[in-house]
Structure formats: structure tokens, C-alpha cells
């Protein structure tokens, strides 16, 4: 008779033991990410539905069952800003960038915020993250573009806003800032043609031919600054800036019947500068006679 060896009866039966062990924990494992994945998504949801305090909920339910989802302290964190929680929206951006550190998307929320919080070099420096880790991503370009105006950095603003038009010509937001950017350092030529294409891309924007107007007016383009205030009235009869601009401008033309009818215009609508412009007409005319 064969003699039985306990020990080894034993050893296989722990094993099977084990296996068994380890295809229950294996189950459960996928019903608890199963489980972090639903409240992921019901935050997704709520956040959608603009029920931030809900979505705050749902995304600690996720975190305490996956304590290192970079995705829930993100959306915690956008909810967190949008109540003006702005310290704790801070934190959770923090904890998301920890336990993800290529996440775009926390790089451009924390950049937001730190833009509306007026902290421009913090911005930048998270917008710069977006684009080291991505060098083709026109919305990180522009948004460093645009804190750096702020700054008065008119130059490097200028160069993020043409590398936004680079990847994206019809980002119209990106024609327009560049305009406004080469107005300030008086490069009115440049301003002046992104102004056009921003109107190209956006007709009616009254901004846009009215700073193109302006543009125009210091190129010695009269007649062309003089369109595009006559524009901007089309669309707004109450423009008291456009009805001084234009009157200067027809005054520099020695329009002065349409020039005084402009300014009288900007006068009732209480533009600060049109009396001292109709005083100078005046003046002019008694200086002639």
C-alpha cells in the first residue's frame, strides 16, 4: 500500500487555497475601481449640471475608494474654484499634479486660476507646463499669451498669440490680442491687419473696427479710420467714443460741417473730451476769419 504523505497533501491543498484567495481579491479589486469609476463619472455629470457642492461629494466618494485618482482631485478642484473655494481648489490641483504629473488639463485649470486670481507668473508657469509637455497645444499659447499682457510683456505676449495662429488660423481671440498687443508698442500697421482678420472671422464685432478705426487714425488712413467708426455707429447709435473719433478725424479733414455734428453728437452722449474738440474747431475757424 502506498504510503500517503500528509505534508504534501497539505501543500496542495493551501495552494488551491491561495489561488482562490487570489481570484476573490482579484473580483473585488475590479468591483471596488468599478465602484470609483460610476461616482467618477456621476461627478462628471453634476459638474455638467454646474451642482458643484454634488460633484464635490461624488469625487471624495471616488477618492476614498482610489485614494491617488488624479482625475477626481482635478474635477474636485474645478468645482472647488467655480464656488470660489479658490485655497482647497488649490490643493486638490496640487494632489492631482502629485499623483499625475503629465495631466494637461490640471495644468490649464490651476493656470485659470491663478490667472483670475490676478497671479500672472504662476499662471504662465503652469501654462509653460502645458506646452513642455505638448509643444502643439494653441489654447496653453494663448493663455500664457494673455497673462503676459497683463504683465506688460507685449513682446512675448505677441509671439505666444502667433504661435496660437500658427497651429490655429481661425482662433479669432488670437488675431485679436495680437492687434491690441502691436497697438501698444505702436506697431499700428500690424494692429491694424489683425483687426482685419479678426473681422474676417467675426463680422460684427464692433471692438474689432473700433480699435482698427483707431489703428487707422494713427497710420494717417483717414478716410479708412473714418469707415470704421461710421461702422461701429451702424451697430451701437449710442457709441459716444466712435462719434468722437470720427469728428476728430473729419476735423483733421477739414470736414468741419460733419466733424462738429459728430462732436456735438459725442457731447450729448457725455463723452469726457468732445467739448475741448468742438472748442478747438471754434477756435480754428475764428483764427481763419
Partial sequence: MKKVDKNKSLVVRNQGMVNFTNLQLGITDKFIKREATDWLEKAKSYLQENAYPETIDACNKAIEITPKDAAAYRICGIAKMLLGDHADALEDFELAIQY?????????????LYYDLKDYELAIADFSS?????????????????????????????????????????????????????????NYRGAAADFTESIKLRPNDINAYANRGEARYHLGHLRGAIADFTEVIKMDEEAANAYYNRGVAQSDLLNE?????????????NHPGAREALDKILLNKDRRF
Avoid: C
Avoid at 150 to 158: P, Q, V, Y
Fill in 100 to 112: 499625475e504629473p503629465t495631466d494637461i488639463e490640471t495644468y490649464l485649470e490651476r493656470g485659470f
Fill in 130 to 186: 502645458v506646452i513642455e509637455i505638448d509643444d502643439q497645444h494653441a489654447q496653453a499659447f494663448f493663455s500664457r499669451g494673455y497673462a503676459y499682457y497683463d504683465l506688460r510683456k507685449f513682446e512675448e505676449a505677441i509671439d505666444d498669440f502667433s504661435k496660437t495662429i500658427d497651429l490655429d488660423s481661425s482662433h479669432v481671440e488670437a488675431w485679436y490680442n495680437r492687434g491690441f498687443a502691436r497697438f501698444d508698442i505702436r
Fill in 257 to 269: 460741417f460733419e466733424a462738429k455734428k459728430d462732436l456735438e453728437m459725442a457731447l450729448s452722449l
